[in-house]
């Protein structure tokens, strides 16, 4: 793909920041002042990205680990967004985070995950034309040989 070492950059910068959102992770989790329904999507999201069990398995490279890391950064944005102002941006504060970076990484991963995507279905297609073509192709031919051993 054009920009696969663009791609990689991009993407290392983010999970740099892991530490600091996992810091955000955990204090959210630890306020007992977070509501039920806050908390409940948090633990999903957590659960989800640890999960080997998921829309896009973790065993395929890059995509696999960028659809985790969307889920975890959609729940903090839709917690972070849903607390008063103060309180959301003490959290990122505490985190080394601001919200500007969060929904910087979240464009990031869904820019880059759906330019995967692309490529992967080209790529697919362009694999079943061959696998197809050559399959074709080759059964015209041993068709036409039994046809002549038969003579």
Do not use: C
Not at 28 to 46: E, F, K, M, N, Y
Not at 69 to 92: D, G, N, T
């Amino acid at each position: 793909m054009n920009g696969d070492s663009t791609l990689v950059g991009d993407v290392s910068a983010v999970i740099q920041r892991l530490p600091r959102y996992a810091k955000l992770a955990w204090l959210l989790l630890r306020d007992p002042h977070l509501s039920i329904r806050h908390r409940a999507v948090l633990t999903a999201a957590v659960g989800y990205s640890i999960s080997p069990i998921d829309a896009v398995p973790g065993i395929i490279p890059v995509i696999g680990q960028m659809d985790d890391l969307a889920v975890m950064l959609l729940a903090f944005r839709w917690i972070l967004r849903s607390l008063p102002k103060e309180r959301a941006q003490a959290y990122l504060s505490q985190s080394g985070l601001d919200m500007n970076t969060l929904d910087a990484d979240l464009d990031l991963i869904k820019r880059n995950g759906l330019k995967i995507l692309k490529r992967v279905r080209l790529e697919l297609a362009v694999g079943m034309a061959f696998v197809l073509g050559v399959g074709k192709y080759a059964g015209r031919e041993i068709l036409r040989s039994l046809k002549d051993r038969d003579k």
